[in-house]
T-cell receptor, first 113, second 111 residues
């Protein structure tokens, strides 16, 4: 029963490097999203998708790209890492509907030096 | 935009005391409200989900209530234990599915 799987769990990047955080879900959920969690700021929405081929920006999208080529996968790309992107990143998925529930991955702790 | 507030930000109680954690939200047009637990350096564990049509939900020592009209939810934890020490987050799901989180209440239960 995998649920939402994120990789890697930890990552250290140098400023200017690019990388992709992976997220996969096996529940056939239409809705997927990425959040970042910073001390004192709570979780903030970066990007989201309501289905394959459809993505949109959340509250803090700058410096990040996403794509959704399949229902299962929703990768988050950091184009040119900056120290301000040091954070813990969470991927979530849920079905669309009035009785839905959000499921979260275990998070990726990213440090940009 | 949905705003979610959790008060207090931190709480310290002796073992055995009941815990009351508060969550308020500004937009009552929600599908549900979800309570999560987060241990230091770990992910989010879903505790309780209350649908918008429900008034409360219970799981073991945990009980969560929802009053949509006043924009409030309360999480009660009965007979607290040191293992209940964690940060508790509430999240409101509006009709656009953009889950909005509170900043959390950090609970310490002293043995």
């Amino acid at each position: 029963n995998a649920g939402v799987t994120q990789t890697p769990k930890f990552q250290v990047l140098k400023t200017g490097q690019s990388m992709t955080l992976q997220c996969a879900q096996d529940m056939n959920h239409e809705y997927m999203s990425w959040y970042r969690q910073d001390p004192g700021m709570g979780l903030r929405l970066i990007h989201y998708s309501v289905g394959a081929g459809i993505t949109d920006q959340g509250e803090v999208p700058n410096g990040y790209n996403v794509s959704r080529s399949t229902t299962e996968d929703f990768p988050l790309r950091l184009l040119s890492a900056a120290p301000s992107q040091t954070s813990v990143y969470f991927c979530a998925s849920s079905s669309l509907g009035t009785t839905t529930e959000a499921f979260f991955g275990q998070g990726t702790r990213l440090t940009v030096v | 935009k949905q705003e979610v507030t959790q008060i207090p930000a931190a709480l310290s109680v002796p073992e055995g005391e009941n815990l009351v954690l508060n969550c308020s939200f500004t937009d009552s047009a929600i599908y549900n409200l979800q309570w999560f637990r987060q241990d230091p350096g770990k992910g989010l564990t879903s505790l309780l989900l209350i649908q918008s049509s429900q008034r409360e939900q219970t799981s073991g020592r945990l009980n969560a209530s929802l009053d949509k009209s006043s924009g409030r939810s309360t999480l009660y934890i009965a007979a607290s234990q040191p293992g209940d020490s964690a940060t508790y987050l509430c999240a409101a799901l509006p009709h656009d599915y953009k889950l909005s989180f509170g900043a959390g209440t950090t609970v310490t239960v002293r043995a």
